[in-house]
């Protein structure tokens, strides 16, 4: 445990190795620089660490870290890579640690490789050898993209806990449910020709517009029947983000793309809502056949419940004093929860700080977050 470095000095270096994911081959990643950390943290620790390849990934990995085994106990779980960040916006330098006002800026500080950081100071001045039950550390690749590692990890099953902690932004606010995001191209594909001559084209825009009118009937189905008054918008939204066809007044448009994004409730999987658009579709598909394509513009994010009155909920809120919540954006949680573990999202820093140049964590976290760890795992592990 001497080994170990000091908390400045481990967030230091987890914001020093680059892990940025992105769809874009040519701003991905690897991640190997941190689980190569954390390996080495936790193996000093006493843990039993393992890596796995994440499929379907540009050669990423997942770390889970373990002390003691069997069933039960706890798992923390976070993600090891970051968003890609604005070129020439940041006040300083996104890889190194900058302290400044009471804060610790960097990409990954908040959102979320400080998280691993503060595990490994709590665990520090916890008494290993008096763990009664389990206690997991899971990092993953790519939640900022495919959420590939949490998904390969839930599907293997390789542990069993009782409940799970993941520590993304919220305030140390314990969250137990959250909306699910769904993101979709629409293509019209008709025939251009001379605008003077209508019935020689195929116009893409006018078929758009019927597109259109039956997704916002859907919009209206949806609004009407799933409803969660706990959420802020307490229905599922449905959004067109972007829509772009023709290029001249006197063409027959012969292409219009539309760009949607829908926000399901719990209850909602992504599949079903999936098959909802493409059931709305059906007439318009019907009358221009092999005109219309639908496909996902990356991948969505399931949605996630779990139950505000649980043990593990009414536990964690007392301890963090704060009641558990809502929050319209999505996590891991849906996947980790698969274990059958009892679910909460809790983590330092505020999500107003996240994907935003000079991200930070106020330091007046540090303390809170280390002491608040200390407890979960005195409680899941130890008591």
Known sequence: ??????????FSQLIASPSISALEADQDMSNQGVINLLNGWFDDLGF???????????????LVASFGSGKGGLLLAGHTDTVPFDEGRWSQDPFTL??????????GTCDMKGFFALIVEALKELPLDQFKRPLHILASADEETTMNGAKAFAEAKSISPDYAIIGEPTSLKPVYMHKGHLT??????????????????LNAIEI??????????????LADNYREDAFSVPYPTM??????GGDAANRICGCCDLHIDIRPLPGLPLEELEQLVLNYLKPV???FPGAIVVAPLYPGSEPFADSAQNSWSQLVAELAASAPEVVNYATEAPYISKLGCQTLVLGPGSIEQAHQPDEFLDISYLNQ???LLKQLIFHACIK
């Open 98 to 107: 900058t302290e400044k006002d009471s804060r610790w800026y960097g990409l």
């Open 184 to 201: 979709q191209g629409i293509r019209v594909t008709g025939r251009s020709g001379h605008s003077s001559d209508p019935a020689k084209g």
């Open 239 to 244: 959004n067109f983000g972007h829509v772009h």
């Open 208 to 221: 758009m517009h019927l597109v259109m009118g039956q997704l916002l009937k859907l919009k209206q189905h």
């Open 1 to 10: 445990m001497s080994k170990l470095p000091e908390l400045k000095t481990c």
């Open 369 to 371: 977050t280390v002491n």
């Open 285 to 287: 598909c019907t009358q």
């Open 48 to 62: 039993q660490c393992t890596t796995q390849a994440v499929t379907d990934s540009r050669g990423k990995h997942n």
